[in-house]
């Protein structure tokens, strides 16, 4: 009777023992526990000596590896690499899939946009002495960067404008002529009207030719 005691207590103690997770820090300490939770940045277990006690929580940063009673063994890297490593994958994918934005020549080149706001405030001058009639107040030429850029092949500058005034004396809104300015690659300029304000003012800035 004794000997089968005995054979319960060693039965009972090795399937104790074999139930235990390891926790394995980086400090070579280890601790003996029940895992509860493997989460993203940390570990929370119980002590294997203290099943219905408190919860503890330990940083995946501060573990080497934990090896779990069925023998399994699962090994850490630091976590914040691996959240950081995960983000930039994700974004790798992302790239992948979508068109990165073109840089733009012009406003990378801070002389040469020097030169498109000279060109586009000139042509804007010009706009305003053949097609604004009598005296005029808070006139503006506008460079429309987006729809700017600097061909790759034929070398021209397309420069966007939207140049806008007041005629004197008058309560009304102002007046706007919309188009764009061609450079060419031996430096010449053509004037494309796109649009302006309304269809009676239309003949002027359509025939408009820059001096």
């Given at each position: ?59 995946k940063d501060n573990i080497t590896s934990i090896n779990y ?143």
């Open positions: 009777m004794k000997k089968y005691s005995l054979l319960i207590v060693f039965t009972f103690l090795t399937t104790w023992i074999s139930a235990q997770d390891m926790i394995v820090k980086k400090d070579g300490a280890i601790v003996k526990a029940k895992i509860t939770e493997v989460g993203e940045e940390s570990i929370k277990y119980k002590k294997s000596d203290n099943p219905d006690g408190p919860t503890y929580s330990i940083s009673a069925n023998g399994e063994v699962e090994k850490f890297a630091d976590a914040k690499k691996q959240v950081e490593k995960k983000e930039n994958e994700d974004e790798d994918k992302q790239e992948e899939g979508e068109e990165k934005p073109k840089k733009n020549e012009i406003l990378d080149d801070p002389n040469l946009k020097k030169t498109v706001e000279g060109i586009a405030r000139d042509v804007g001058e010009q706009l305003l002495r053949s097609c604004a009639n009598g005296k005029i107040d808070n006139s503006t030429t506008e460079v429309y960067w987006d729809q700017t850029f600097k061909d790759a092949i034929s070398k021209e500058i397309n420069i966007a404008i939207k140049t806008s005034w007041k005629p004197k004396w008058t309560d009304g809104s102002g007046k706007w002529i919309k188009g764009k300015i061609v450079v060419k690659a031996d430096g010449s300029k053509k004037w494309v009207y796109q649009n302006d304000n309304g269809l009676a003012f239309s003949s002027c800035p359509k025939g408009f030719k820059i001096q």
